[in-house]
């Protein structure tokens, strides 16, 4: 494909994501006018206050708040997630043991257990971190687990034909086998992790994001928290955005 | 009205050119290509991969339309639509996973809006002709590749068609059960005395299944060479230890090698310019 | 009963037996959590006494009513959206990002837009479910092999008949995980809602007792909203299991 069409495709996809977007913002004002002050600002105002939160120090230390419980939750969900995918992943019987039961807890109106989390941690940055883990972690688990499961047994003999060791399978057959589908895990995990946060924040602290939301709620403070929420629905679209070309990369090398 | 003269399905001037998607160009796939078959004929066709093979099936059929020259079947112009009375069976598994054997069989009849007791009779007909008996309330998933193929066979078969298209209809297959599958083709063809016209890409199942081979060359496939088998009607798999047989082989090997090999060439010209 | 299904009993009841060890023994202490066989006890005499019957007659019916709207929109938008290539390369990004937005902040907006009634909370969950529905409906009409779609057209099905007759049967097994995902989402959409700004249903229930210290009224509710969860989802596993059986042989 040439230099020219990819670059023709680009500017196709952009207008056509000009167009949705033109379409969001008509649909927003046109409920800022239906429904007026009380529950929403309208979009330009919104963009402005975003703007100026941007530019305030209070508003970069909540949100600082909220990076470090996001990173750690992301980190522990993560290395925990992989950890107990790859063991169950190996272990057939276990996995096909753990399967429904972690389906279940992963359809679980996990905010009414808000409570326990906060009677174990208390309130503050575990109960935060611990939230987060809760919603990601176990798509990591479920999409590592089926990642192992699925590796394709003839690479597994290719490996054994050619006399690799265990370590020497491990980082060229199994380890390149089953990224993909870990990143896409990892992917979903990172989404959902994010919510738990902010929801986590919503209850249990005095600072983040979150927190910001509900005293806007709480205080009819509405057009901090619509402009909170544009900043938080705009980072996690272009997070995932980037996330996900790089998965279909990922996937497309194989 | 259909003249007499017609053949049952005529190919004039067909070619297929695909357009890629990026504007960087399009791929000429096919043609022209020139084909008459008379009615009760069996024709098969064989190239090298990539060399239109389907790309002509479904034009025929009328899935595809060619982008210059006619199709028409008994006369009559096919466009963007198959007609009645052409029947196809495809290269992949086209069994409906979620239906029973004899469901899957009685499909198309349904579709037809045919009496109850005639698409039973029907289906049971075509059940025990294809040897489905035993598993005619079995679903797909418990039967293996051969069997399943034999069951879209039969669903195309209860169709009464008076054209069959065959795209690789063995191509999954292992070579004993696909000379076996080629004996039930036979078979079905006397019953039904209709036209057919069957893809492939071995050698030996096109010579010994037609009483006309079509060898195409490599990408745009047109026909090298419409070569009489002169066997007849009763023929079996048997054939292949005929003499004949080896000979008529042998001359379509000679001739699709070297496109064979094109095919093959272009291959590696591709990987070496990389993606 | 198999293997596989004793090993899971064995888990679960594991789980409580330990659970149940710890509390009574002192180890976690009762202001943390109580013993389960006392949520238990206390949930019996909840049912008994029907003093939740009013908060579950509402959760249950605004789960219902998003469930079906999530199903039936999700569908038909994931039918729309896999038409249109154009659209479906903009709306994969947003859907893989859909649910790292706490939509339910958006519960004072949808209070303004309705009124104080069930409706903002069937919105939020129909806010959770639809999207479920619309990514399992795009991802089994991708799946569905493209060998079927000619075979309907060999046998000159319409449109609608080939999306009845075939698209549908062949997707089925991604519509039902859609409607599994959609039943779930759906309950937490409502069931959060009711926890985080609701006035009234379990969730709220949930969240009234933990403001006033009721521990045993809490956990016992938690056990109800777990317990109904986990069988929802255990049925809906069989029933597939036993529809797809036959099917899935290959």
């Given at each position: 494909?040439?230099?020219?069409?990819?670059?023709?495709?680009?500017?196709?996809?952009?207008?056509?994501?000009?167009?949705l977007?033109?379409?969001v913002?008509?649909?927003?004002?046109?409920?800022?006018?239906?429904?007026?002050?009380?529950?929403?600002?309208?979009?330009?105002?919104?963009?402005?206050?975003?703007?100026?939160?941007?530019?305030?120090?209070?508003?970069?230390?909540?949100?600082?708040?909220?990076?470090?419980?996001?990173?750690?939750?992301?980190?522990?969900?993560?290395?925990?997630?992989?950890?107990?995918?790859?063991?169950?992943?190996?272990?057939?019987?276990?996995?096909?043991?753990?399967?429904?039961?972690?389906?279940?807890?992963y359809t679980?109106p996990?905010?009414?257990?808000?409570?326990?989390?906060?009677?174990?941690?208390?309130?503050?940055?575990?109960?935060?971190?611990?939230?987060?883990?809760?919603h990601?972690?176990?798509p990591?688990?479920?999409?590592?687990?089926?990642?192992?499961?699925?590796?394709?047994?003839?690479?597994?003999?290719?490996?054994?034909?050619?006399?690799?060791?265990?370590?020497?399978?491990?980082?060229?057959?199994?380890?390149?086998?089953?990224?993909?589908?870990?990143?896409?895990?990892?992917r979903v995990?990172f989404s959902l992790?994010l919510l738990?946060?902010?929801?986590?924040?919503?209850?249990?602290?005095?600072?983040?994001?979150?927190?910001?939301?509900?005293?806007?709620?709480?205080?009819?403070?509405?057009?901090?928290?619509?402009?909170?929420?544009?900043?938080?629905v705009?980072?996690a679209v272009?997070?995932g955005t980037?996330?996900l070309?790089?998965?279909?990369?990922?996937?497309?090398?194989? | 009205?259909?003249?007499?003269?017609?053949?049952?399905?005529?190919?004039?001037?067909?070619?297929?050119?695909?357009?890629?998607?990026?504007?960087?160009?399009?791929?000429?796939?096919?043609?022209?290509?020139?084909?008459?078959?008379?009615?009760?004929?069996?024709?098969?066709?064989?190239?090298?991969?990539?060399?239109?093979?389907?790309?002509?099936?479904?034009?025929?059929?009328?899935?595809?339309?060619?982008?210059?020259?006619?199709?028409?079947?008994?006369?009559?112009?096919?466009?963007?639509?198959?007609?009645?009375?052409?029947?196809?069976?495809?290269?992949?598994?086209?069994?409906?996973?979620?239906?029973?054997?004899?469901?899957?069989?009685?499909?198309?009849?349904?579709?037809?809006?045919?009496?109850?007791?005639?698409?039973?009779?029907?289906?049971?007909?075509?059940?025990?002709?294809?040897?489905?008996?035993?598993?005619?309330?079995?679903?797909?998933?418990?039967?293996?590749?051969?069997?399943?193929?034999?069951?879209?066979?039969?669903?195309?078969?209860?169709?009464?068609?008076?054209?069959?298209?065959?795209?690789?209809?063995?191509?999954?297959?292992?070579?004993?059960?696909?000379?076996?599958?080629?004996?039930?083709?036979?078979?079905?063809?006397?019953?039904?005395?209709?036209?057919?016209?069957?893809?492939?890409?071995?050698?030996?199942?096109?010579?010994?299944?037609?009483?006309?081979?079509?060898?195409?060359?490599?990408?745009?496939?047109?026909?090298?060479?419409?070569?009489?088998?002169?066997?007849?009607?009763?023929?079996?798999?048997?054939?292949?230890?005929?003499?004949?047989?080896?000979?008529?082989?042998?001359?379509?090997?000679?001739?699709?090698?070297?496109?064979?090999?094109?095919?093959?060439?272009?291959?590696?010209?591709?990987?070496?310019?990389?993606? | 009963?198999?293997?596989?299904?004793?090993?899971?009993?064995?888990?679960?009841?594991?789980?409580?037996?330990?659970?149940?060890?710890?509390?009574?023994?002192?180890?976690?202490?009762?202001?943390?959590?109580?013993?389960?066989?006392?949520?238990?006890?206390?949930?019996?005499?909840?049912?008994?006494?029907?003093?939740?019957?009013?908060?579950?007659?509402?959760?249950?019916?605004?789960v219902?009513?998003a469930f079906a709207l999530s199903v039936g929109l999700g569908f038909a938008a994931g039918l729309t959206i896999h038409?249109?290539?154009?659209l479906r390369?903009l709306f994969d990004p947003l859907l893989a990002s859909y649910y790292a937005v706490p939509f339910f902040v958006f519960?004072?907006?949808l209070?303004?837009?309705?009124?104080?009634?069930?409706?903002?909370?069937v919105a939020i969950g129909l806010v959770f479910g639809a999207a479920a529905m619309v990514i399992a409906t795009l991802n089994g009409l991708d799946?569905?092999?493209?060998?079927?779609?000619?075979?309907?057209?060999?046998?000159?099905?319409?449109?609608?008949?080939?999306?009845?007759?075939?698209?549908?049967?062949?997707?089925?097994?991604h519509l039902?995980t859609g409607l599994k995902l959609s039943l779930a989402y759906s309950f937490i959409g409502v069931?959060a809602g009711?926890?985080?700004?609701?006035?009234?249903?379990?969730?709220?229930?949930?969240?009234?007792?933990?403001?006033?210290?009721?521990?045993?009224?809490?956990?016992?509710?938690?056990?109800?909203?777990?317990?109904?969860?986990?069988?929802?989802?255990?049925?809906?596993?069989?029933?597939?299991?036993?529809?797809?059986?036959?099917?899935?042989?290959?």
């Amino acid at each position: 494909m040439s230099v020219r069409d990819a670059g023709e495709r680009r500017s196709l996809r952009l207008g056509d994501a000009g167009l949705l977007l033109l379409f969001v913002v008509l649909a927003w004002q046109a409920l800022y006018e239906a429904v007026g002050e009380v529950a929403l600002t309208p979009p330009v105002a919104t963009l402005a206050n975003a703007g100026a939160l941007l530019r305030s120090p209070v508003f970069w230390g909540h949100a600082g708040a909220t990076a470090s419980a996001f990173t750690a939750s992301l980190a522990i969900g993560a290395a925990a997630g992989v950890a107990a995918g790859l063991a169950l992943g190996f272990r057939r019987f276990s996995g096909l043991v753990a399967e429904p039961i972690l389906t279940s807890l992963y359809t679980l109106p996990k905010v009414t257990l808000y409570p326990l989390v906060l009677l174990v941690f208390g309130l503050g940055l575990s109960a935060k971190i611990a939230f987060g883990v809760m919603h990601g972690v176990i798509p990591v688990i479920l999409f590592t687990m089926n990642a192992v499961r699925n590796v394709d047994p003839v690479h597994l003999k290719t490996a054994r034909a050619l006399n690799l060791t265990a370590l020497q399978t491990a980082a060229t057959i199994l380890a390149p086998a089953v990224a993909p589908e870990i990143f896409t895990g990892l992917r979903v995990g990172f989404s959902l992790t994010l919510l738990g946060v902010i929801i986590g924040e919503m209850f249990a602290s005095q600072r983040g994001l979150g927190f910001m939301i509900i005293n806007g709620i709480n205080t009819h403070n509405v057009p901090t928290m619509m402009a909170v929420i544009l900043l938080i629905v705009a980072f996690a679209v272009a997070a995932g955005t980037l996330l996900l070309v790089a998965d279909h990369k990922l996937h497309r090398r194989r | 009205m259909p003249a007499t003269g017609d053949p049952r399905a005529r190919l004039s001037g067909v070619t297929k050119v695909f357009d890629t998607g990026n504007r960087q160009g399009t791929v000429h796939a096919l043609g022209p290509v020139d084909l008459d078959l008379a009615a009760g004929e069996f024709v098969t066709v064989v190239g090298p991969s990539g060399c239109g093979k389907t790309t002509l099936l479904e034009t025929l059929a009328g899935l595809t339309s060619p982008s210059a020259g006619t199709v028409a079947f008994e006369g009559k112009p096919v466009l963007g639509k198959v007609p009645r009375g052409i029947g196809i069976v495809f290269q992949e598994d086209a069994s409906l996973p979620w239906l029973t054997v004899w469901d899957n069989i009685a499909f198309g009849l349904r579709r037809a809006g045919l009496a109850a007791d005639e698409i039973r009779a029907r289906v049971d007909y075509a059940v025990s002709f294809m040897g489905l008996g035993a598993f005619a309330a079995a679903y797909p998933a418990q039967l293996s590749g051969g069997m399943r193929q034999r069951v879209c066979i039969a669903r195309t078969l209860v169709l009464q068609p008076r054209l069959i298209l065959l795209d690789e209809p063995f191509g999954a297959l292992d070579q004993q059960t696909r000379l076996l599958m080629g004996d039930e083709v036979l078979r079905l063809w006397r019953e039904t005395k209709a036209s057919v016209l069957l893809i492939t890409h071995a050698i030996d199942e096109a010579v010994m299944l037609a009483d006309r081979v079509g060898i195409l060359s490599a990408r745009p496939g047109r026909f090298i060479e419409l070569v009489e088998t002169g066997w007849p009607a009763s023929r079996s798999s048997r054939i292949v230890a005929e003499e004949a047989f080896g000979r008529l082989t042998a001359h379509i090997w000679s001739k699709l090698r070297v496109e064979a090999m094109k095919a093959l060439g272009r291959v590696g010209e591709v990987s070496r310019a990389g993606p | 009963m198999s293997r596989v299904a004793r090993a899971q009993l064995a888990v679960v009841c594991g789980f409580f037996a330990v659970l149940e060890l710890l509390t009574r023994a002192g180890a976690i202490g009762p202001l943390t959590m109580i013993p389960p066989s006392a949520m238990a006890a206390r949930l019996w005499t909840m049912l008994m006494d029907g003093e939740i019957n009013a908060a579950m007659a509402q959760t249950f019916a605004n789960v219902a009513i998003a469930f079906a709207l999530s199903v039936g929109l999700g569908f038909a938008a994931g039918l729309t959206i896999h038409g249109l290539p154009r659209l479906r390369r903009l709306f994969d990004p947003l859907l893989a990002s859909y649910y790292a937005v706490p939509f339910f902040v958006f519960y004072p907006l949808l209070i303004a837009l309705f009124g104080l009634n069930r409706w903002p909370l069937v919105a939020i969950g129909l806010v959770f479910g639809a999207a479920a529905m619309v990514i399992a409906t795009l991802n089994g009409l991708d799946r569905v092999p493209p060998v079927l779609r000619k075979l309907a057209r060999a046998h000159g099905l319409g449109r609608a008949q080939a999306i009845l007759l075939v698209v549908l049967p062949a997707a089925a097994p991604h519509l039902f995980t859609g409607l599994k995902l959609s039943l779930a989402y759906s309950f937490i959409g409502v069931i959060a809602g009711e926890f985080i700004l609701s006035g009234s249903g379990l969730g709220h229930a949930i969240a009234d007792a933990y403001d006033s210290f009721d521990n045993p009224t809490m956990y016992a509710l938690m056990l109800f909203v777990v317990a109904l969860a986990i069988s929802l989802n255990a049925a809906l596993h069989v029933w597939e299991q036993r529809m797809m059986a036959r099917r899935s042989r290959r």
